[in-house]
C-alpha cells in the first residue's frame, strides 16, 4: 500500500508523541510544584476534601493559638493573685500577734494596724492594675452580670462559668426540695415547776467549734442556763433559745451553723440513773423538718414519733434543683458544674429551710471571659470563665451580728481593726473576715489553675495531635511522590524520544513512492 494523502503511521506517531509531551509537562509541573493536585482537573474529589482539610487545618491551628493565649492570660492572673495570697497571710499573722495583748504593747499594735492597712491597699492596688494586653484581670471586669437577685432567698452568688448558646441571658431557677437544718436538741423544761432545773447537773456542750463544760444548781433557772451556755458560743458553735419565745416551753440547743458538718451535743455527766435523769433531750427522728413559726407542741410532736431521745444530733445539708437538676449542698451552699452553668451559690437561711416556698430565679446578663478554644466557632468548643473582684472590698463577706463583713472592715478605724478588735477582747471578728478572704483566693487560683490544666493544656494537646494527623491526610492527598514523579518523568523522556524517531520514520515512508516515478 503506498498512499500520500493521508499518512497514518504519521498521524498515530504525532498522536503519542502529543501524549507523551503532556505527560512529561504533568511530571514537570508536579516535580517543579511538590504537588499532586495543582488545578481542580488532576483530582476533583482529592480538591474538594484537601481543601475542606486545609480549612480545618487553619481552625485547628488557630484554636492552639488562642489556648495558648488564653494560658497566658490565666498565668497571669495567677500570678498576681499569688502575691494576693501572700499579702493575705501577712495580714493572719499580725492579726494574730495583735491578738496576743499580754505580750504586745499599744505601739506594736498600732504598727501592726499600718501594716495591715499597706497590705490591705496593696490588694486594692494590684486587683485594679492586673493586665494583660489592656485587657483588666483581677478588677471584675471578668465577672458575670447578675439582676433579679432576691437577697431574702440568695445571700451570696458567684458563677464561675456560663453558657449563653446565643441568648443575651442566662435564667437560673432555684427550687429547694430538701432543708437545710442545723444540728438541735429540744429540753422540754419540766413541768414541776417550768422554766427551772429540777436538779444539779453537770452539763457538757459540744458543738463544731470545741466544748465547755457548765455546773448548774437545783432550781437554776432556764432563762439562765440560757444565758450561760451563749456567753460560750464562739467557744462551742452552740447558741441556745426558748422554744416559742418562753423557757417555761423549753430549750433547744442548737449549732450556729448549718449542715452534715454542723453537730450539736448536749449531755449530763454522771446522771444518777437514765430513767431518774430529769435532763432529757429529744432531736427531729429521721431529719424531718424543723418547725416553723407555728408554737411548738411537745404532745403533738411525741405523741406522734417525731421526736425521739437523743443526746446528739447533725445538721442536714440543702438540696435543691438548679435549673432541673438536682444539687446536694454543703450547709446552706449550692456548688453547680453542670455545662451551662458553673456557679457557687449561697442560701438564705430562710429559703434553705422551706421547701415550700416558692422557686427563686435571677439572671446572668453578660460579662465572663469566653475563650474560643476549638476550630468552630460553637458552644462546645468554647469555655467560660468568671474571674470576680478581688478588692478588699469584695473579698471576705462574712455575715456577722455587725451586718456583712468585708476585708476593707480590718483598716484603721473600722469594725474589725486591730484597736476595735482589742477594746472587745474578740478578734474572731477579724480572723473569720481573713479566713473567708484566704479561702476565696486560693478557690479562685485553685480553679484557673484546674482550667489552665485541665481545660487548656489537654486542649492544647489535643488539637496539635489533630493537626498533625490532618496535615498527614492533606500531604498523603495532594503532596506529589518524588520517587515515582521522577520515575514516570524518565518514561515520559524515552517515549518522547521515541516518538520524535518514529515521527520522523513515518515521514520518510511517504518518499518511498517517488521510486515508482523513476525519481
Same mark, same amino acid.
Given at each position: 500500500m503506498a498512499r500520500i494523502n493521508t499518512n497514518v503511521a504519521s498521524m498515530i506517531a504525532q498522536a503519542n508523541l502529543g501524549r507523551t509531551s503532556n505527560e512529561m509537562n504533568l511530571r514537570l509541573e508536579r516535580l517543579s510544584t511538590g504537588l499532586k493536585i495543582n488545578r481542580g482537573k488532576d483530582d476533583p474529589a482529592g480538591l474538594i476534601i484537601s481543601e475542606r482539610i486545609r480549612s480545618d487545618i487553619q481552625g485547628v491551628n488557630q484554636g492552639i493559638s488562642n489556648a495558648q493565649r488564653a494560658s497566658s492570660v490565666i498565668s497571669t492572673a495567677e500570678a498576681s493573685l499569688t502575691e494576693i495570697n501572700d499579702l493575705l497571710n501577712s495580714i493572719r499573722g499580725l492579726i494574730v500577734q495583735s491578738s496576743n495583748s499580754g505580750a504586745t504593747s499599744d505601739a506594736e499594735r498600732d504598727a501592726n494596724q499600718l501594716q495591715i492597712d499597706s497590705a490591705i491597699d496593696s490588694i486594692t492596688r494590684i486587683s485594679n492594675t492586673a493586665s494583660f494586653g489592656g485587657l483588666k484581670l483581677l478588677d471584675g471586669s471578668l465577672d458575670y452580670t447578675l439582676s433579679g437577685v432576691r437577697s431574702s432567698a440568695i445571700t451570696n452568688a458567684r458563677i464561675n462559668g456560663a453558657t449563653f448558646n446565643g441568648s443575651s441571658s442566662v435564667q437560673v431557677d432555684i427550687d429547694v426540695v430538701a432543708s437545710a437544718q442545723t444540728g438541735a436538741l429540744y429540753y422540754s423544761g !419540766? $413541768?414541776?415547776p417550768p422554766g427551772v432545773l429540777l436538779s444539779a447537773m453537770t452539763l457538757e456542750v459540744k !458543738?463544731?467549734? !470545741?466544748?465547755q463544760v457548765f455546773e448548774f444548781a437545783s432550781g437554776q433557772s432556764l432563762t439562765q442556763v440560757m444565758n450561760a451556755i451563749n456567753r460560750s458560743t464562739a467557744l462551742t458553735g452552740v447558741q441556745v433559745a426558748a422554744i416559742n419565745n418562753d423557757v417555761n416551753s423549753g430549750l433547744v440547743f442548737q449549732s450556729t451553723t448549718f449542715g452534715s458538718d454542723s453537730f450539736v451535743s448536749v449531755k449530763r455527766q454522771n446522771p444518777p440513773s437514765e430513767s431518774a435523769d430529769s435532763f432529757v433531750t429529744y432531736k427531729f427522728a429521721n431529719n424531718a423538718p424543723v418547725p416553723g413559726a407555728a408554737p411548738f407542741d411537745w404532745a403533738t410532736y411525741v405523741g406522734a414519733g417525731t421526736l425521739t431521745r437523743s443526746g446528739d444530733d447533725n445538721g442536714q445539708d440543702v438540696q435543691a434543683l438548679v435549673n432541673g437538676n438536682l444539687i446536694r449542698g454543703r450547709g446552706l451552699e449550692l456548688v453547680t458544674n453542670i455545662p451551662s452553668l458553673a456557679a457557687s451559690i449561697t442560701l438564705g437561711s430562710d429559703f434553705a429551710t422551706r421547701p415550700a416556698t416558692a422557686t427563686s430565679t435571677f439572671h446572668i446578663t453578660g %460579662? !465572663?471571659?469566653?475563650? &474560643?478554644l476549638g476550630p468552630n466557632v460553637t458552644a462546645l &468548643?468554647? /469555655?467560660?470563665? %468568671?474571674?470576680? /473582684?478581688?478588692?478588699?472590698s469584695r473579698l471576705g463577706g462574712v455575715i456577722t451580728s455587725n451586718g456583712v463583713e468585708f476585708l476593707n472592715s480590718l483598716k484603721e478605724g473600722q469594725y474589725n481593726s486591730v484597736r476595735q478588735s482589742f477594746q472587745r477582747r474578740d478578734f474572731s471578728g477579724a480572723q473569720e473576715v481573713l479566713n473567708a478572704a484566704i479561702d476565696q483566693i486560693t478557690s479562685l487560683r485553685g480553679r484557673l489553675g484546674a482550667f489552665?490544666?485541665?481545660?487548656l493544656d489537654t486542649n492544647v494537646t489535643s488539637l496539635q495531635s489533630q493537626f498533625e494527623n490532618l496535615t498527614a491526610s492533606v500531604s498523603q492527598i495532594r503532596d506529589a511522590d518524588f520517587a515515582m514523579e521522577t520515575s514516570q518523568l524518565t518514561r515520559a523522556q524515552i517515549l518522547s524520544s521515541a516518538g520524535? /524517531? $518514529?515521527l520522523q520514520l513515518a515521514n520518510q515512508q511517504s518518499q518511498s513512492v517517488l521510486q515508482l516515478l523513476g525519481r
Open positions: !419540766g $413541768t414541776t !458543738g463544731p467549734k !470545741g466544748v %460579662g !465572663g471571659a469566653l475563650f &474560643q &468548643q468554647q /469555655s467560660n470563665v %468568671g474571674i470576680p /473582684s478581688v478588692a478588699a489552665e490544666r485541665n481545660v520524535t /524517531s $518514529t
